[in-house]
């Protein structure tokens, strides 16, 4: 099943570095950002990363837990996160099952042929397990700050109107 914004996350098991096992229950009660990236230790995926790091303090200030996801496995995720120093934990994607799910799995051109890659994408989920937004076909200037910002938004109570 597809995810789509304003439903609730689809049915999903994932593992992450430092032993963390990551589902669509597994973290109710708190928003979730669930960022799709296309490979560790590449300048992009890099740069993301240490700004996800940078402002990680912040995330959790405002009730929110930070996963990094990508097709690399679990030994590379591991010196990634060490290299980099992440206070967050990576999500190991082999099998391209959440990548499917959440539909960042596109067709690019590299070097001339046509290879299937993640397309850099951000996903935010609230407390109760619904999507609430997404970032797709990204870039990762000032990116992070933007998620921040929905985030922030989340803790804001909807005004009522009279």
């Not at 593992?15 to 597994?26: I, L, R, Y």
């Not at 799910?101 to 935010?124: A, D, H, P, Q």
Request: with cysteine.
């Amino acid at each position: 099943m597809a995810i789509a914004v304003n439903k609730p996350l689809p049915e999903f098991e994932a593992n992450a570095t430092g032993e963390v096992h990551v589902s669509n229950v597994s973290h109710l009660g708190q928003a979730l950002v669930l960022y799709f990236y296309p490979k560790d230790n590449t300048p992009g995926c890099t740069t993301e990363a240490m700004q996800f790091r940078d402002r990680y303090k912040d995330f959790v200030k405002l009730g929110a837990e930070v996963f990094g996801v990508s097709r690399d496995n679990m030994k590379s995720h591991d010196d990634f996160k060490a290299k980099l120093e992440l206070p967050f934990e990576l999500i190991a994607d082999t099998e391209e099952k959440m990548c499917h799910m959440f539909g960042v799995v596109k067709n690019k051109i590299m070097y001339g042929k046509k290879v299937k890659g993640i397309e850099r994408s951000t996903f935010l989920i609230n407390a109760d397990g619904i999507v609430v937004q997404e970032w797709r076909g990204l870039k990762v200037p000032g990116h992070v700050e933007d998620v921040l910002k929905a985030v922030k938004a989340l803790k804001t109570p909807v005004k009522k109107v009279a």
